[in-house]
């Protein structure tokens, strides 16, 4: 069965700071992998949706990478905003979606 | 806009209480709608797939006879929590199918149970 861990469980940065969210799959058979976004209390912002052909996909400050060999994906924020703070999931597809346990994020102003 | 609109997104009953939860697709026919549930602070979870016309797919471990899922229309798929008991508080969230596109998630319901 299909695990996804996203390490850290939590993160706190100061603004403006560059940082990087992880993201593992066991079962590197899948068709597309999706980095999303929770607010509190809130559903699911879709913020990339990379291919299992593609290796990356960019937009705006948002850079999310991936390496089905590995079963990583990496999703990378440039120059942090208080805006940011919001719990982020990825999601790798294949029938179905797997969430992973997300990551929650603060960005201190 | 809006893609799905789910509805409540907010409801608090008392304990036996049945509670009906709404998912709509606003812009395109759905033959297949999905339901899933968050508890706190863990991920989301598939609880079911939804198909028009026939009978929902449930994952292991979710009772179907507690979570009755009805798509009688290419628009329109409701969960209901019969007799809802307070573990049932959740965060259940629908996403809708559109052919090969990416899918479109709800907002959520957030279910309190008294």
């Known amino acids: 069965k299909q695990e996804v861990t996203q390490i850290p469980a939590a993160l706190s940065v100061p603004e403006g700071e560059n940082l990087v969210l992880n993201c593992s799959f066991t079962?590197?058979?899948?068709?597309?992998l999706q980095w999303f976004r929770q607010d509190p209390g809130k559903g699911l912002t879709s913020l990339l949706l990379?291919?299992?052909?593609?290796r990356e996909q960019t937009s705006g400050r948002l850079n999310a990478s991936l390496d089905k060999s590995s079963g990583r994906s990496t999703l990378y924020i440039a120059a942090s905003q208080p805006g940011d703070s919001a719990t982020y999931l990825c999601?790798?597809?294949?029938?179905?979606?797997?969430f992973g346990t997300g990551t929650s994020l603060t960005v201190i102003p | 806009g809006a893609v799905v609109s789910q509805h409540p997104s907010w409801v608090i009953c008392k304990s036996g209480t049945s509670v009906k939860i709404e998912c709509r697709s606003l812009?395109?026919?759905?033959?297949?709608m999905f339901w899933y549930r968050q508890f706190p602070k863990q991920s989301l979870m598939l609880m079911a797939t939804?198909?028009?016309?026939?009978?929902?797919?449930?994952e292991q471990g979710v009772e179907k006879d507690k979570f009755l899922i009805n798509h009688a229309s290419l628009t329109l798929s409701t969960l209901t929590v019969t007799s809802a008991h307070p573990e049932d508080s959740s965060f259940y969230i629908c996403?809708?199918?559109?052919?090969?596109?990416?899918?479109?998630f709800g907002d959520g319901t957030r279910l309190s149970i008294l």
């Open positions: 996403s809708v199918l559109q052919g090969d596109q990416p899918q479109h």
């Open positions: 079962d590197s058979a899948i068709y597309n």
């Open positions: 990379i291919q299992s052909s593609q």
């Open positions: 999601a790798v597809i294949r029938n179905q979606f797997y």
């Open positions: 812009d395109f026919q759905a033959t297949t």
């Open positions: 939804s198909n028009e016309g026939s009978k929902a797919t449930y």
